[in-house]
């Protein structure tokens, strides 16, 4: 069993910068994808971005791209989402999530493994 705690958001100004953090333990994350996923009030959950377990390859969502970064830190037990140049349409809840052996061909909800709680992020000024 895995728990997953995501810490780092908060209020920032449209074209400000976030890093969000996911602290795992329970398992050792050397053998799943850390995804992140967001979910703003009434609508669908949307899978952000993704980082896979072994060969470095990413998953990003378009309305991201280039703006946000995924990292991990196996030794830390930690994956990241940094996030610059925020939108107003970026505020939701991000949540992380992982999934054993992930590859990032896609980032789909149903496949993940363990889920954090969520962290509330909000652009605005």
């Known amino acids: 069993q895995m728990r997953l705690v995501e810490s780092g958001g908060g209020l920032v100004q449209p074209g400000g910068s976030l890093r969000l953090s996911c602290a795992t333990s329970g398992s050792s994350l050397d053998y799943y994808a850390i995804n992140w996923f967001r979910q703003a009030p009434g609508k669908e959950r949307e899978g952000v971005a993704c980082l896979s377990h072994d060969d470095g390859r990413t998953y990003y969502a378009d309305s991201v791209e280039d703006r946000f970064t995924i990292s991990r830190d196996n030794a830390k037990s930690a994956g990241y989402l940094q996030m610059n140049s925020l939108k107003p349409e970026d505020t939701a809840v991000y949540y992380c999530?992982?999934?054993?052996?992930?590859?990032?061909?896609?980032?789909?909800?149903?496949?993940?493994?363990?889920w954090g709680q969520g962290t509330q992020v909000t652009v605005s000024s």
């Open positions: 999530a992982t999934d054993l052996f992930g590859t990032c061909a896609a980032i789909r909800g149903e496949e993940m493994d363990f």
